[in-house]
């Protein structure tokens, strides 16, 4: 078995996990913030068989869509001085994820 940790935007989630769910594929979601945009962002946790993770990403494919995004204009303050840095564009990409090996599933 394997764990598919996902991070996908907050737009896509919603379609992609209810996507998921009809293609009867288990979901846990996990309110996220990337740590350089420092806005919002899902996180899934989905434990599939291995015959299944070509499944999955081809579901994860259909939903999630690459953006441009500017960074926030957030003032950085120094002491006795404030700096508003310049917004730059960065590519967001449809989805990040990192596949596990999973030793034991346990359900009770
Ligand atoms: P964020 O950390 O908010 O990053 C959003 C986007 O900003 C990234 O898109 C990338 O295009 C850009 N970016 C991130 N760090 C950068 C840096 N140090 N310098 C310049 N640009 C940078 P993605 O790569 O598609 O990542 C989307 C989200 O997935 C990330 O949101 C983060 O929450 C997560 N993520 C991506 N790679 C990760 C990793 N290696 N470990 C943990 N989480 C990761």
């Known amino acids: 078995m394997k764990l598919i940790v996902c991070i996908v935007q907050d737009q896509d989630s919603h379609v992609l996990i209810d996507d998921l769910t009809e293609s009867n594929f288990r979901v846990t979601t996990l309110a996220s913030t990337g740590g350089f945009l420092k806005s919002g962002n899902t ?5 599939v068989e291995e015959e299944d ?6 579901i994860i494919e259909k ?3 690459t953006r441009e ?4 204009l957030i003032p950085v303050n120094i002491p ?3 700096y508003i840095p310049q917004p730059i564009d960065v590519k967001v990409g449809g ?6 090996d999973v030793e034991d599933h346990i359900r009770m």
């Open 43 to 47: 996180t899934l946790l989905i434990g």
């Open 63 to 65: 939903n999630c869509k």
């Open 69 to 72: 995004v500017s960074t926030p």
């Open 53 to 58: 993770v070509d499944r999955v990403f081809e």
């Open 80 to 82: 006795g001085e404030t």
């Open 95 to 100: 989805a990040t994820i990192f596949m596990l």
